[in-house]
């Protein structure tokens, strides 16, 4: 079993920034992968970026690519997000969410474990 749980969110101002955190427990990782998922309301759950836990490579959607940051500190077991020049569209609940796979996709059904998700509000 994994444990993940995200903390950061809130509400802030156009062109702000924020940065969440998705702290894992459950077992030891190693190759595994870690994404953000973000879900505005009456939409879909659209994959944010992931990151590989070993060697910290990235993938970013091009809806965020620029502005947003994923990175990740083995240490403490956790994962963040750097949201910069937020805007209004990028109001949404955002989870994070493991895949015990090397590779990093964007289909949320690839991804076996979820957080609880925490709300990001953007006002113009």
């Known amino acids: 079993q994994v444990q993940l749980v995200e903390s950061g969110g809130g509400l802030v101002q156009a062109g702000g920034s924020l940065r969440l955190s998705c702290t894992a427990s459950?077992?030891?990782?190693?190759?595994?992968?870690m994404a953000w998922f973000r879900q505005a309301p009456g939409k879909e759950r659209d994959f944010v970026g992931g990151i590989r836990w070993s060697g910290g490579s990235t993938v970013h959607a091009d809806s965020v690519k620029g502005r947003f940051t994923i990175s990740r500190d083995p240490a403490k077991n956790t994962m963040y997000l750097q949201m910069n020049s937020l805007k209004p569209e990028d109001t949404a609940v955002y989870y994070c969410a493991y895949r015990d796979a090397y590779y990093i996709v964007s289909n949320q059904n690839a991804y076996s474990y979820w957080g609880q998700g925490t709300q990001v509000t953007v006002s113009s």
């Open positions: 459950g077992r030891a990782f190693s190759s595994e992968i």
